[in-house]
């Protein structure tokens, strides 16, 4: 995971190193200046893009390690490959510190009783199966968890649910087919509510974030379940179109946080870090495999762990 990710930030530090080293030539000490770093921004910014970080993001990494670096007085046998990364690790944390959450889903569900958490998001992001991910979260936390799918008309969605939910021993809400989403979603919070359940998680239908009918449908959802939460899926190898997605679902239903998916199939892990950066909502989960247990809280320090730590 990351591995792309790793070589290009340690690409970066050695190229960022070696030019404050020839700016220091044959002095013994002196401060680093921001112009050390700046004046190869051009050629830095461009080895990021190229590891799918969005130019934006990749300017703001660059800009962020030289003003850390402005001022920083070294010497001629000090290790600067070391202080080059410590601010490089710095200025990356800075960019994923924005999707941290502050909440707490055990505790909120103990408050709540039942917790709602609506998920949507566009076709194959992994929806169904962070939802099952996230059932497995509740349970192993000895919580009571129903699974609803407001998806009653794609054949086979219901089915993919039912299976998960049987598996991992979740009680699932059936709805007829072709019944309105809006009346089962209703219905099973309903249901929820009577009998004492802790946390209801809440499919929706794949949707194109251009399909305003679909948003009309997930909007009376949310209108009849009144989530907690309003959480937005994302499939972090999708990039820009990622952040677009988040913009569109915002302007039209409102997303409280979301779970960004696929992480261990990101090879490169510069778009997951664009994303990160860009959507400017708080990041609940990450998804890390295909398996029940491959969901992870969002942790900076873990992901620039995967960056920086030596494996
Ligand atoms: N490698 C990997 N695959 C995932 C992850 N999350 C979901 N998937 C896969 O993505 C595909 C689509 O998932 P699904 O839950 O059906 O997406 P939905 O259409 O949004 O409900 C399936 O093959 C999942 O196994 C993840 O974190 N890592
Ligand atoms: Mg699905």
């Given at each position: 995971m990351f591995?792309?990710?790793?070589?290009?930030?340690?690409?970066?530090?050695?190229?960022?190193?070696?030019?404050?080293?020839?700016?220091?030539?044959?002095?013994?000490?002196?401060?680093?200046?921001?112009?050390?770093?700046?004046?190869?921004?051009d050629e830095l910014v461009l080895r990021l893009v190229e590891a799918d970080i969005?130019?934006?993001?990749?300017?703001?990494?660059?800009?962020?390690?030289?003003k850390r670096l402005d001022g920083v007085r070294i010497s001629r046998f000090e290790d600067l490959d070391a202080v080059v990364e410590d601010k490089?690790?710095?200025?990356?944390?800075?960019?994923?510190?924005?999707?941290?959450?502050?909440?707490?889903?055990?505790?909120?569900?103990?408050?709540?009783?039942?917790?709602?958490?609506?998920?949507?998001?566009?076709n194959g992001v992994g929806k169904t199966t962070t939802i099952a991910k996230v059932a497995r979260f509740f349970t192993k936390h000895g919580l009571k968890v129903l699974v609803v799918?407001?998806?009653?008309?794609?054949?086979?969605?219901?089915?993919?649910?039912?299976?998960?939910?049987?598996?991992l021993g979740v009680p699932f809400f059936r709805a007829k087919?072709?019944?309105?989403?809006?009346?089962?979603?209703?219905?099973?919070?309903?249901?929820?509510?009577?009998?004492?359940?802790?946390?209801?998680?809440?499919?929706?239908?794949?949707?194109?974030?251009?399909?305003?009918?679909?948003?009309?449908?997930i909007k009376k959802?949310?209108?009849?379940?009144?989530?907690?939460?309003?959480?937005?899926?994302?499939?972090?190898?999708?990039?820009?179109?990622a952040v677009n997605q988040a913009r569109e679902f915002d302007k039209y239903v409102g997303v409280d946080a979301a779970i960004l998916?696929?992480?261990?199939?990101?090879?490169?892990?510069?778009?997951?870090?664009?994303?990160i950066a860009s959507i400017g909502k708080p990041i609940v989960f990450v998804g890390v495999g295909q398996g029940y247990d491959d969901l992870e809280q969002y942790d900076p320090e873990k992901i620039l762990e995967r960056i920086f730590g030596g494996e």
């Open positions: 591995k792309a990710l790793k070589n290009v930030f340690g690409s970066i530090r050695s190229a960022i190193s070696k030019g404050i080293s020839e700016a220091l030539g044959a002095i013994a000490s002196r401060e680093i200046r921001y112009d050390d770093v700046a004046k190869r921004s969005a130019y934006e993001v990749a300017e703001e990494i660059v800009i962020g390690v030289a490089l690790r710095e200025a990356i944390k800075e960019i994923l510190l924005r999707g941290v959450w502050k909440g707490d889903l055990v505790k909120l569900a103990a408050e709540r009783k039942p917790l709602k958490l609506v998920f949507m998001g566009v799918a407001g998806d009653t008309f794609r054949a086979g969605a219901q089915e993919q649910l039912a299976i998960h939910c049987s598996r087919y072709g019944s309105d989403p809006g009346a089962v979603v209703y219905d099973a919070v309903r249901h929820a509510e009577k009998q004492g359940y802790d946390v209801v998680l809440i499919d929706t239908a794949g949707r194109q974030h251009t399909d305003r009918d679909l948003m009309e449908e959802i949310v209108r009849v379940s009144k989530p907690d939460l309003k959480i937005l899926v994302l499939d972090s190898l999708t990039g820009n179109d998916t696929k992480l261990d199939a990101n090879a490169t892990g510069g778009s997951a870090i664009s994303i």
